[in-house]
């Protein structure tokens, strides 16, 4: 049970490029979740999904496009990445409202 | 508005003393609250939660109370070790159709010897 995982784990983009970060969850939960984390904030909300095909935005949404095909996997897309964007991107599920959410390990983007 | 605050940005500690993190939550409808820890490099790993029908819930060496009164959330951690040294954030669930979690911007705490 390898609960979440997040691919990659490091990345170095230059201003313009795109890329995709997935998300896998093993826990077969329905909801799942992309924050992402800057020195001394919080944790604010990406995107969500309470379920497979679904998406909803979150605080933060402008710039990222997510996808879920399946229920056990969260893309997370940028389209045209922007020096704004360097930051912590962690993943996280849950079994369903109000409970506890499971996070990945992170993954740690840089916009040159 | 809806909010999570902390009141602590760092708390040092000796090890072997009780610590105690502090939070105030600004959204008098929240009912569910969760207490995480990140240690360096890693994600944020649950600690404990509580929903708002309780005021007080204990676990392995950590409680947390809730006080709706005056939106106050702490958490204890009994006998501080060296090990509990990370980033502790609160987390209030504001409801409204989906698991949405309000983050505070966190609380280090560091354990001395």
């Known amino acids: 049970n390898a609960g979440v995982t997040q691919t990659p784990k490091f990345r170095v983009l230059k201003t313009g490029q795109s890329m995709t970060l997935l998300c896998a969850q093993d826990?077969?939960?329905?909801?799942m979740y992309w924050y992402r984390q800057d020195p001394g904030m919080g944790l604010r909300l990406i995107h969500y999904?309470?379920?497979?095909?679904?998406?909803a935005k979150g605080e933060v949404p402008d710039g990222y496009n997510v996808s879920r095909l399946k229920k056990q996997n969260f893309l997370l897309g940028l389209e045209s990445a922007a020096p704004s964007q360097t930051s912590v991107y962690f993943c996280?599920?849950?079994?369903?409202?109000?409970?506890?959410?499971?996070f990945g390990p992170g993954t740690r983007l840089t916009v040159t | 508005g809806e909010s999570v605050g902390l009141h602590l940005p760092t708390l040092s500690v000796q090890e072997g003393d009780n610590s105690i993190i502090n939070c105030a939550y600004s959204?008098?409808?929240?009912?569910?609250f969760i207490w995480y820890k990140q240690e360096s490099g890693k994600g944020p790993q649950f600690i404990i939660d509580?929903?708002?029908?309780?005021d007080k819930r204990q676990g392995q060496r950590v409680t947390v109370l809730l006080n709706k009164t005056v939106k106050h959330l702490s958490l204890q951690i009994a006998a501080t070790q060296p090990g509990d040294s990370a980033v502790y954030f609160c987390?209030?669930?504001?409801?409204?159709?989906?698991?949405?979690?309000?983050f505070g911007a966190g609380t280090r705490l560091a354990v001395h010897p």
């Open positions: 826990m077969n939960h329905e909801y």
């Open positions: 509580i929903r708002s029908n309780m």
């Open positions: 996280a599920s849950s079994y369903g409202p109000i409970y506890e959410q499971y």
């Open positions: 959204n008098s409808a929240s009912d569910y």
């Open positions: 999904s309470v379920g497979e095909g679904t998406t």
């Open positions: 987390a209030e669930n504001v409801t409204g159709g989906y698991n949405k979690l309000i």
